[in-house]
């Protein structure tokens, strides 16, 4: 059946409120002025905390937040390559290329780097028959993620504090970087560690500047000093230091308040390990987060009652280019965004695809997609051009923003995908449509006129639509005014699942050798319509993709030697599964196994390595 987003249920749900703004709480009653302005003292910021936090305690009611214990922390580029210049080999798939974003595998083409259960573990990948575990080393607390840069490893992890130290916002957990220098990767040596309070949104790396997005809240803080209000860093530099996390004057709030969420931007530069890490610091929620190599897009949605439900999208916009975090200014747009595929940035102009209206109850009449182009006018970021009035009655289901065109997907009974024309901000048009069975969660570029989606087969009954195999189409957009499909693969049946539907950097599209591999759980033997398929597979999947050939399967090499009981990706079975190509091989990653094959043979799987 069709799936009612977290935004969806947030909207529609009652809440118990007095009527003023608060962040994520109350609704705000009147149109919220976009815009930042900076603190001018500490008092200033310890006014506007106790303020805030009042109102956010009326809102929910004055409950109070559960603590958490101390965790015992431990002491102290674009996708694709060549090692020396011998071997191609693929990396993370990345929204744009030069911004690099975490992962749990990194590879030089040589060597796998895997952050996961608690370790950095590093695996030797070449040649395939020599795989085996070199390095490893311990790793604080929950690891989400890392980077891999210029002999380093980063690792990121989720911890709750530092021993014997307080950190202002405790009860959100906090954020550890540990940087490992892996020139040796059979002795990875801790060269820096780090903790900042906050819980982990997302991070982007360019070059050699890190960019962690951290979100905390503090309902419940209460401190005499106006200092602590401000959250707070944990230096691991020989006997370690405790600081809190940049000057009043680095933290701005909402023309319009936006309770007491605190969203910072942490810089870590990664040459030059002993410089201080440098924040800058939002008094308000930050949801969808977006980067380009130029700069760095905060968005946070309010919400209003009324005889029509409204949304708003509110952006804030910071400049990235240099060692300093740098804010330029704020914007709204009508509506709501999906994920940062929803924006991209070209020629300094940012592109907003957005949902405007509901699927039921008030305003579904004015359900439609809107795409909105924003200029930079002073600190303000002015919509210089829309798209109205896209896919009436349908949601928006996949987005995607590439040089002068943009590439959108709505889905209500068939998968319509929208070819936008770009090129001129102030008239942005669409410009082509072609409706296909089923939909797509997730739209990626292959090379300049073609594209390839990843989605669900769709069974419609009546008024029902039953959501059935995993669905992979290639398209061609060469002629924008008159898109093509060229190919549509459906693998399995209802309950097929996969983990790139939810997370982009599952998938792997390998140019060099025109591969492709998506991790699959199958699901065989449905029915149609509402029943489920009986899981037979989970694995990975790896097609040679070509516009003359459409998808031609090489194979697919299974990542559990059994079965599956559930192709659920959030059951812990298996957490994730990860796909690299070298050359002409190409592995599957999991936190407990690597195997490989060449593309030549792939089910054969000849290579395995059971991670301890």
């Excluded at 065109?405 to 410009?431: E, H, M, N, Q």
């Excluded at 597979?537 to 031609?552: A, D, K, Q």
């Excluded at 697919?556 to 059994?562: G, L, S, W, Y």
Aim: aromatic content about 10%; some cysteine.
């Amino acid at each position: 059946m069709r799936r009612m987003t977290g935004l969806w249920v947030l909207a529609l749900a009652p809440l118990a409120c007095d009527g003023q703004l608060g962040g994520g709480c109350c609704p705000p009653t009147e149109e919220s002025v976009a815009g930042l302005m900076q603190f001018s003292s500490a008092d200033e910021l310890q006014r506007y905390f106790l303020e805030q936090g009042q109102m956010a305690r009326r809102c929910r009611g004055g409950g109070a937040m559960d603590g958490i214990g101390l965790f015992m922390a431990m002491a102290p580029e674009a996708s694709g390559g060549r090692q020396d210049g011998s071997e191609a080999f693929s990396d993370t798939n990345l929204q744009e290329a030069g911004v690099d974003e975490a992962d749990v595998v990194k590879t030089d083409g040589v060597h796998f780097f895997i952050a996961a259960e608690g370790q950095l573990r590093i695996v030797k990948a070449r040649p395939p028959e020599e795989l085996a575990v070199v390095g490893q080393a311990d790793v604080p607390g929950q690891v989400e993620a890392m980077y891999l840069y210029d002999g380093k490893a980063v690792v990121l992890s989720s911890v709750s504090g530092v021993p014997g130290e307080h950190f202002a916002f405790a009860a959100d957990g906090q954020t550890a970087v540990t940087v490992f220098d892996v020139s040796d990767v059979t002795a990875p040596t801790v060269v820096r560690s780090m903790v900042f309070d906050g819980w982990l949104n997302t991070s982007r790396r360019i070059e050699g500047r890190l960019r962690l997005i951290l979100t905390m809240y503090g309902y419940d803080a209460a401190p005499q000093d106006p200092d602590g209000w401000r959250p707070r860093q944990y230096i691991g530099d020989g006997s370690g230091r405790f600081e809190t996390m940049g000057r009043y004057d680095d933290f701005y709030h909402p023309v319009t308040p936006d309770g007491v969420g605190i969203t910072s931007i942490v810089s870590v530069d990664l040459d030059d390990l002993g410089a201080d890490p440098q924040s800058v610091s939002v008094l308000g929620d930050a949801e969808v987060v977006y980067a380009s190599r130029e700069a760095l897009y905060l968005t946070d949605s309010k919400y209003g009652y009324g005889s029509t439900p409204r949304q708003t999208t509110v952006f804030h916009k910071f400049d990235i280019t240099g060692d300093q975090v740098v804010y330029v200014g704020s914007g709204s747009v009508t509506g709501r965004v999906l994920n940062s595929f929803s924006l991209g940035e070209h020629e300094s102009y940012l592109r907003v695809a957005t949902t405007v209206g509901w699927m039921g109850g008030q305003g579904a009449d004015t359900l439609r997609t809107q795409v909105h182009v924003l200029g930079d006018s002073g600190n303000s970021l002015v919509e210089v051009g829309t798209i109205d009035g896209l896919a009436p009655g349908e949601d928006l289901y996949a987005a995607r923003f590439v040089g002068d065109r943009g590439f959108l997907i709505t889905f209500v009974k068939v998968d319509p995908l929208f070819v936008l024309d770009l090129s001129d901000p102030a008239d942005p048009r669409a410009v082509g449509e072609l409706e296909v069975p089923g939909y797509g969660e997730y739209i990626h570029p292959m090379g300049e006129n073609h594209l390839i989606t990843l989605g669900k087969d769709a069974d419609v009954d009546g008024q029902m639509i039953w959501y059935q195999g995993v669905q992979l189409c290639l398209f061609d957009v060469s002629d924008p005014n008159d898109p093509q499909l060229l190919d549509r693969v459906v693998l399995g049946t209802r309950g097929t699942e996969s983990e790139a539907l939810n997370d982009h950097h599952a998938f792997n599209y390998f140019a060099d050798q025109d591969a492709l591999a998506v991790p699959i759980c199958l699901s065989e033997g449905g029915l149609g319509g509402p029943i489920l398929g009986e899981p037979t597979f989970r694995g990975l999947y790896v097609y040679r993709v070509t516009p003359g050939g459409g998808f031609e399967l090489l194979g697919r090499i299974a990542t559990q030697d059994e079965p599956p009981l559930y192709c659920n990706w959030w059951t812990g079975e298996q957490e994730w599964t990860r796909s690299v190509f070298v050359d002409s091989d190409v592995y599957a990653v999991t936190s407990g196994v690597v195997r490989a094959a060449p593309l030549a043979d792939v089910s054969s799987v000849p290579w395995s390595l059971d991670l301890p």
